[in-house]
T-cell receptor
Framework: DSGVTQTPKHLITATGQRVTLRCSPR?????VYWYQQSLDQGLQFLIQ???????AKGNILERFSAQQFPDLHSELNLSSLELGDSALYFC??????????????FGPGTRLTVT | AQKITQTQPGMFVQEKEAVTLDCTYD???????LFWYKQPSSGEMIFLIY??????QNATEGRYSLNFQKARKSANLVISASQLGDSAMYFC??????????????FGKGTRLSVIA
C-alpha cells in the first residue's frame, strides 16, 4: 500500500458527461501529480499541484481541470467526455525534503470507461 | 524535451535466471534522475529503483540493479534470480533536475516481462 488513495476505483459513464476523480496524497506530501495511462499514449503527465497551487501542466486537455484543496487532497474534473478519454488515471504524491530520489508514490488508479 | 525509449515491448525469462530490460533516454539537462517502476496486472505502480545522474555508483536494491552508462544515455534494469511474481510491465522514467523533487516524471512505453516456470 503506497499510502495514496484514489476514489472511485472504477467509473463507467457516457459520452458528454462530467466526472470527478479524487485523490488523497500520503500524509505530509505536498505535491500531487495526475497521470493518464492509455493503450495508445502510454503514461502521460497531466498536471501537478504543490501545496494548493498549480505547479506544472502537461498534456492536459482544456476539458480537464484539477485543484488541490487546503487539506491537500486533489480532484481531477473531466468534462464533455469522449470515448478516447477512457483510460487509467493515476494520482501520485511525493515529498519535497532532504534529498533525492523524491520518488513518486502512486495511488491504485481510477479506471474510467466512457461508453 | 526529455524522452525515454524502451525498445523491448515484451521479454521472456526463465525462472531463477537474470534478465536485463533496456532503457535509453534523451535530455539536455545536466542533472536528472532515472527511475524504474513495476506495474503488475493489478494495475498499481510500484517504485523499484533510482539512479541520479551524478551518482558515482550504479544503484542496487535487493534483486534489482541499474546498469547506468551515462555516455551512452542508458539505464538498463537488471533483475537477478527472476521469480514468477516478477511478471509485470516495467517502466523506465526520468525526472529532469534531479535535485529538485518537484518535477513530473517522463515515462517510456514499458516492457512486459513474463517469467516462465
Amino acid at each position: 500500500d503506497s499510502g495514496v488513495t484514489q476514489t472511485p476505483k472504477h467509473l463507467i459513464t457516457a459520452t458528454g458527461q462530467r466526472v470527478t476523480l479524487r485523490c488523497s496524497p500520503r500524509s505530509g506530501d505536498l505535491s500531487v501529480y495526475w497521470y493518464q495511462q492509455s493503450l495508445d499514449q502510454g503514461l502521460q503527465f497531466l498536471i501537478q499541484y504543490y501545496n494548493g497551487e498549480e505547479r506544472a501542466k502537461g498534456n492536459i486537455l482544456e476539458r480537464f481541470s484539477a485543484q488541490q484543496f487546503p487539506d491537500l487532497h486533489s480532484e481531477l474534473n473531466l468534462s464533455s467526455l469522449e470515448l478516447g478519454d477512457s483510460a487509467l488515471y493515476f494520482c501520485a504524491s511525493s515529498v519535497v525534503g532532504s534529498g533525492p530520489p523524491y520518488e513518486q508514490y502512486f495511488g491504485p488508479g481510477t479506471r474510467l470507461t466512457v461508453t | 524535451a526529455q524522452k525515454i525509449t524502451q525498445t523491448q515491448p515484451g521479454m521472456f525469462v526463465q525462472e531463477k535466471e537474470a534478465v536485463t530490460l533496456d532503457c535509453t533516454y534523451d535530455t539536455s539537462d545536466p542533472s536528472y534522475g532515472l527511475f524504474w517502476y513495476k506495474q503488475p496486472s493489478s494495475g498499481e505502480m510500484i517504485f523499484l529503483i533510482y539512479q541520479g545522474s551524478y551518482d558515482q555508483q550504479n544503484a542496487t536494491e535487493g534483486r534489482y540493479s541499474l546498469n547506468f552508462q551515462k555516455a551512452r544515455k542508458s539505464a538498463n534494469l537488471v533483475i537477478s534470480a527472476s521469480q514468477l511474481g516478477d511478471s509485470a510491465m516495467y517502466f523506465c522514467a526520468m525526472r529532469p533536475r534531479a535535485r529538485s523533487g518537484n518535477t513530473p516524471l517522463v515515462f517510456g512505453k514499458g516492457t512486459r516481462l513474463s517469467v516462465i516456470a
